[in-house]
């Protein structure tokens, strides 16, 4: 959705098009990586097993070191993890769990023709109370006091018409490079259906409208960590244009 409402040039090279990326942005890879490594840490693969994981999956030297810096923050969050766990009744810890939902709001399995929204969730913990926690890791600049995402209420749908039994869930954003995790308030199914049900079908129309047009190029800064942006006309003006003024107009 976010990328149809961006630039619907992008959803169509992406997800109509199916064309592979044709350059992976270095933040993406990284970002891929410290997820493999923070999974499969979860998992309860040892440390320095789960981090040469994630660090294989880089090969570019300053990448690495990139790399290097963030994993500093995966034992602090598992070993923050195991006292969570330790403290409360956990039922079920998923990691990397897929959901989706029919245009009903009804669970449906991820890859079933009729899922109209799909997620995966990075971690997710069920508790023998019939609470959830969903964390959501994020490798880039944290944005401090930032509301939570779409993307976050996305998945409190997911979750509240996947686990019909749950009465009450928290969403966190768990940013690797801070060693922060930063919660919501605690959200009850009511929230979940009266208010972000809603909003979620608005977004999803806003998209769908901004798409419907056909490959509407719409650049901007983002241009510079689009993957296509060598296959985008928009984006050569964006970026190469020359700009030419003349030395004796005092106006310049
Ligand atoms: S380079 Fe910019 S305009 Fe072109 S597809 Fe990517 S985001 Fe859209």
Sequence with gaps: MATA???????????????????????????????TALEAALLGTPLAEATSKGRAKLTDELEQTRFDQLSTGIAPFVERIGQFRRRRRVGRQLVEYKLAVRDDMSATQF?????????????AYLFDDDTLAVVDHKSGVRWVGSAMSDQMEGYA????????????LWLGLH????????????LEPGEVTERLVPNLLDNIEA?????????????GYWCDRCAYRTMCPASRE?????????EDDDDL
């Excluded at 592979?20 to 890879?29: F, K, L, Q, S």
Aim: with cysteine; charged share 30%; glycine share 4%.
């Design 5 to 35: 409402l961006r630039c619907p040039r992008l959803f169509h090279f992406r997800y109509v098009e199916k064309i592979p990326e044709p350059e992976v942005m270095p933040e993406a890879r990284i970002g891929k990586a410290v997820h």
């Design 111 to 123: 890859y079933a023709g009729d899922a109209y929204f799909r997620g995966i969730v990075d971690a």
């Design 157 to 168: 749908v997911l979750a509240i018409s996947t686990w019909r039994n749950v009465r009450r």
């Design 175 to 186: 940013w690797v490079a801070e060693r922060a995790v930063e919660w919501t308030r605690p």
């Design 207 to 219: 998209a769908a409208l901004a798409v419907s047009d056909g490959p509407r190029t719409n650049p």
């Design 238 to 246: 964006q970026r190469f244009e020359p700009v030419y003024y003349d």
